[in-house]
């Protein structure tokens, strides 16, 4: 029996576990700056901003919600001009 899958499945069962051992409250809030901060993205790449949305960033933006958005951008505007 391969070991690395079973430690995934533990790894992956533990994670569910305490996410749902949190707070619903907490979970909403988690939910709800995702959806904004990728609402944020969508409309400010229509609108010619170019925002880069990859794992990274959208991990950073779900965490974080608009201060996400504002980190990406400054980050993605620093890097650019090296």
Same mark, same amino acid.
């Given at each position: %029996?391969?070991?690395?899958? +079973?430690? !995934?499945?533990?790894?992956?069962?533990f994670i569910?576990? /305490? *996410?749902?051992? %949190?707070? %619903? /409250? !907490? !979970?909403? /809030? +988690?939910?709800?700056?995702?959806?904004?901060?990728? $609402?944020?993205?969508?409309?400010?790449? @229509? #609108?010619? $901003?170019? @925002?880069? #949305?990859?794992? &990274?960033?959208? #991990? *950073?933006?779900?965490?974080l919600g608009?201060?996400?958005?504002? &980190?990406v951008a !400054? @980050?993605? +505007?620093? +890097?650019?001009?090296?």
């Amino acid at each position: %029996m391969p070991i690395l899958p +079973f430690i !995934i499945g533990v790894a992956v069962l533990f994670i569910v576990l /305490k *996410i749902l051992s %949190m707070p %619903m /409250k !907490i !979970i909403i /809030k +988690f939910l709800i700056n995702a959806v904004v901060g990728g $609402v944020v993205i969508y409309v400010l790449n @229509l #609108l010619g $901003v170019g @925002l880069v #949305l990859n794992w &990274i960033t959208a #991990l *950073i933006v779900g965490f974080l919600g608009i201060p996400g958005v504002i &980190i990406v951008a !400054i @980050l993605q +505007f620093v +890097f650019h001009l090296l």
